[in-house]
């Protein structure tokens, strides 16, 4: 909305600096606001314990046979949902005509679902089903939504994409999380909570690294097949 409905005259300054301002306000949320996770007790027993360098950490935290298998779930969904995110705009003004005003807008739309699922729906669900099932269910939301989208020629489609690959991804992060979360002690839990993010984070440079270039090469609907046949490798690790 901030960038205008014309990608020819479109402002990007502006929403840059919105998001700018927007992420110092969550600075201060977290400086002023946010309570620390660790009580005084857990706190005082990670001080006494000796120091282990990260690397061992890391390979501690790999040779768990469920947590490995989480962290390679969890990068290979966050690399599918990078290239959705690197190629959508490119795909939608290509295929669909679409300017950032409507871009903006159909993604504001996935957070909209996101807020509702993760904001009010994920303990019922995490308690009625535990998070495997939901990790299960979202992986194949996630796959049918890469498929619809890379047929999508019109709004239906693309609404129906859209919705399912949102409500997977809404329901796959924080599940997730709580896997990894319940694979740790107290006092190791940040350093394989941090295992399991910087896996994401590799995740997203892998993703946009040759998104751009298949969009190009091979087709604009190729990245979202390439994110649909990715799924099908890491429901196949959920369900072991």
């Known amino acids: 909305v901030l960038a205008g409905s014309d990608i020819e005259t479109a402002n990007f300054l502006l929403p840059a600096l919105v998001a700018a301002s927007l992420t110092c306000v969550a600075?201060?949320?977290?400086?002023?606001?946010?309570?620390?996770?660790?009580?005084?007790?857990?706190?005082?027993?990670?001080?006494?314990?000796?120091?282990?360098?990260?690397?061992?950490?890391?390979?501690?935290?790999?040779?768990?046979?469920?947590?490995?298998?989480?962290?390679?779930?969890?990068?290979?969904?966050?690399?599918?949902w990078a290239l959705l995110e690197t190629t959508l705009a490119l795909w939608a003004n290509s295929v669909m005509n679409l300017g950032p005003r409507d871009?903006?807008?159909?993604?504001?739309?996935?957070?909209?679902?996101?807020?509702?699922?993760?904001?009010?729906?994920?303990?019922?669900?995490?308690?009625?089903?535990?998070?495997?099932?939901?990790?299960a269910v979202a992986v194949c939301f996630l796959f049918s939504g890469y498929g619809f989208l890379a047929a999508a020629q019109d709004w239906a489609f693309l609404i129906i994409s859209m919705t399912l690959l949102a409500i997977g991804n809404a329901l796959a992060n924080p599940s997730l999380s709580s896997l990894v979360s319940k694979e740790a002690d107290d006092t190791e839990r940040g350093a394989i909570l941090g295992v399991y993010q910087?896996?994401?984070?590799?995740?997203?440079?892998?993703?946009?690294?040759?998104?751009?270039?298949?969009?190009?090469?091979?087709?604009?609907?190729?990245?979202?097949?390439?994110?649909?046949?990715?799924?099908?490798?890491?429901l196949v690790m959920v369900l072991s």
Do not use: H, W
Request: charge should be positive; aromatic fraction near 6%.
């Open 27 to 80: 600075l201060l949320g977290v400086i002023f606001v946010l309570p620390e996770s660790l009580s005084q007790d857990i706190r005082d027993q990670i001080r006494d314990r000796p120091k282990v360098p990260v690397m061992t950490k890391i390979r501690a935290a790999l040779n768990r046979r469920a947590l490995t298998l989480i962290v390679l779930i969890g990068f290979g969904v966050t690399m599918a």
């Open 198 to 234: 910087g896996a994401s984070s590799l995740a997203r440079v892998a993703g946009p690294m040759y998104a751009g270039l298949v969009f190009v090469q091979l087709g604009p609907a190729v990245p979202f097949v390439i994110a649909a046949v990715c799924m099908v490798p890491t």
């Open 103 to 135: 871009i903006g807008l159909l993604l504001a739309y996935v957070g909209v679902i996101s807020v509702i699922i993760q904001g009010g729906m994920i303990g019922p669900l995490t308690k009625g089903f535990g998070e495997k099932i939901l990790v």
